[in-house]
């Protein structure tokens, strides 16, 4: 299947589009709110990344995100950037449309709930009324641009005749993107599949328009849920950097990346990222917004490429692919670091003297200055590099 896209033109069926929604998404989690210098510099490593889609902020909350998003717009030029709008807000799509006037291509995501739980105490609306505040909002969004995407909030858990309904009367009204996000993070891979198949099979249009995964992670389900989105036909994933976002978060760019790139094999999709600038887009979220990823996180925390046990250490210097599925390189690292503790063998200890320049030590040295390593790493966790130096200089002197 290939689709004619208005921002994008012709895209191959095994093009996945990466919307990237740290600065709106991202942002909204507590404590990761950043100003506008900051999101400037965010949206210019987006960039470089290769995100297809900035979502830049929503224009109507505040001046702040207003402003935000008109100068993400006025400066950023190759991805689209994109601005948040309800479907059924008073001033929201003007403000989305003002704020992304300066783009090279600028898009309005329009969004309203349509699950039964939302609508009736969320919204406290009839499913007749938001089926018409989707037509209104779609058709206001086309007058600003022709790339309008539109989001089933709580989609998940909407019923699947009305979500047909739904999706039917955005695509009529000129939506040319359609995203079903699990908002509350509740769906499994299969409930996620299901739904996307369902949609492709039985709404009118459904081949004319790209299909979005915005999944988010309360059961920690966001990558799989959203990899099972693209297997069923989604073509557009909406993630974050280090997987911020709402509560538990988001979908990790970095992860569903790397699983697409490693496993072609049975995920036969390109995207246009420049995984080497992974770390360096992680590394520079962090710093912004002073929340550090976890030691053990995929593909960007501190012990992502770290071996530590004797057995793997050992592996990796006969062969990096024994424990490596991807190469530290790929994705920014420099190489990977063989962390000594408890659990490190002769070989790997060898190997780090050696990168720390002492060069070939005879068996004897070697045996001493490793049992005297063996007896530190058991009262220390980690044995760091100046803990070496002292030692072997200690092991030195005693010959
Ligand atoms: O999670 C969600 O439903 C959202 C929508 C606004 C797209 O973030
Ligand atoms: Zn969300």
New binding site residues.
């Given amino acids: 299947m290939t689709i004619d896209h208005p921002s994008f033109g012709r895209i191959d069926n095994d093009r996945v589009i990466i919307f990237d ?1 740290t600065l ?2 991202g942002e ?1 989690s507590p404590g990761f709110s950043m100003n506008l210098a900051e999101k400037l510099r965010m949206a210019e490593a987006l960039a470089e990344l290769g995100v297809d889609v900035i979502e830049a902020g929503f224009p109507v909350a505040s001046k702040g995100d207003f402003d935000s998003v008109h100068q993400i717009a006025s400066h950023i030029r190759a991805p689209v950037i994109c601005a ?1 709008a309800r479907s059924g807000g008073r001033n929201d799509i003007a403000s989305a449309g003002e704020a992304i006037r300066p783009a090279a291509r600028g898009r309005i ?1 329009n ?1 309203i ?1 349509t699950s039964p739980l939302h609508m009736k105490y969320k919204l406290r609306m009839e499913p007749e009324t938001v089926l018409e505040l989707i037509t209104a909002g779609n058709q206001a969004a086309r007058q600003f641009t022709d790339d309008v995407e539109w ?5 998940s858990r909407t019923d699947p005749d009305f979500l047909c309904r739904c999706v039917e009367a955005a695509i009529k009204a000129g939506a040319t993107t359609i ?1 079903i ?4 993070g509740y769906a499994t891979p299969e409930d996620m599949a299901r739904i996307f198949a369902d949609l492709l099979a039985r709404v009118p249009g459904a081949d004319t328009v790209i299909f979005s995964a ?1 999944n ?1 992670n309360d059961l920690g389900l966001g990558v799989a849920n959203t990899i099972a989105s693209l297997s069923a036909g989604a073509r557009q994933i ?1 993630c974050t950097i280090n997987g911020i ?2 509560r538990a978060g ?1 979908a990790a760019l970095e992860e569903i990346v790397m699983a697409l790139r490693t496993r072609q094999d049975v995920l036969p999709y390109s995207t246009g990222i420049k995984t080497q600038n992974l770390l360096r887009t992680s590394r520079m979220l962090a710093t912004i917004t002073g929340f550090d990823v976890q030691p053990n996180k995929a593909i960007v925390g501190r012990n992502a490429f770290a071996h530590e046990s004797g057995i793997h250490q050992d592996g990796v210097l006969k062969n990096a692919a024994t424990y490596e599925i991807m190469t530290p390189e790929s994705v920014g690292w420099t190489r990977s670091s063989l962390v000594l503790g408890k659990h490190s063998g002769r070989a790997a200890f060898r190997d780090k003297l050696k990168a720390m320049g002492y060069g070939e030590m005879d068996e004897a040295h070697l045996n001493d200055a490793f049992a005297r390593f063996k007896d530190l790493a058991d009262r220390k966790k980690v044995v760091y590099d100046e803990d070496l130096v002292a030692l072997v200089d200690d092991e030195a002197r005693d010959h």
């Fill in positions: 929604t709106r998404d909204q948040l995501h969004f709930s989001s089933a909030e709580d989609g995203n996000p699990d908002t509350v915005h988010h909406e976002g709402e988001n």
